[in-house]
């Protein structure tokens, strides 16, 4: 590996890990100059590596009664393009949060939002379940939240050690 493509590496671990540090704590912990590190942001966000940057909220403190779901999709692979072109339709409603192409039982994995559990379904029912080429559909209702991408979601509670009996 390059000492370029390891730079990089590390960098995009440390914006991962927390994007708000500016160019110079970066660049402390990078051993190298903030220009360096602004200007390989600026080259990773142009090339599309970096595609955005979001902040993960807890629904619950903020208030939202937003629904949740993990569909499963079965699909009928198209001829000469295979799952891509479904897949990327079905990426582009605006209730999709992300869509994945899964090996197993099922072909994509579609998590979507919704405000109710009504418009969750109706979504499912009329819009991703009549689409040609999807053959059927499995939704999951998400209950409660743990863990968002990597990140330990509400108030952390120390682990109960088991009592010792003599």
Do not use: W
């Not at 990773?44 to 993960?56: D, F, M, P, Q, S």
């Not at 999709?73 to 072109?85: I, N, Q, W």
């Not at 559990?117 to 979504?123: G, K």
């Amino acid at each position: 590996m390059s000492k370029e493509a390891s730079f990089s590496d590390e960098l995009l671990r440390l914006l991962e890990e927390n994007p708000l540090r500016s160019p110079e704590t970066l660049a402390k912990l990078l051993g190298s100059e903030a220009s360096s590190v602004g200007e390989e942001i600026a080259r990773l966000e142009k090339e599309k590596v970096i595609l955005a940057y979001k902040a993960i909220v807890d629904d619950e403190k903020a208030q939202r009664r937003t629904v949740k779901a993990v569909i499963e999709v079965k699909l009928v692979p198209e001829r000469g393009g295979g799952f891509d072109r479904l897949a990327r339709r079905i990426a582009r409603y605006p209730e999709v949060t992300s869509c994945f192409l899964m090996s197993g039982g099922y072909d994509l994995l579609v998590f979507l939002e919704g405000s109710t559990l009504q418009e969750v379904a109706l979504f499912v029912s009329e819009k991703l379940a009549t689409l040609r080429g999807v053959t059927s559909t499995a939704t999951h209702f998400m209950l409660r939240t743990y863990k968002e991408q990597g990140v330990l979601v509400g108030d952390a509670v120390e682990p109960e050690r088991l009592p010792v009996s003599p």
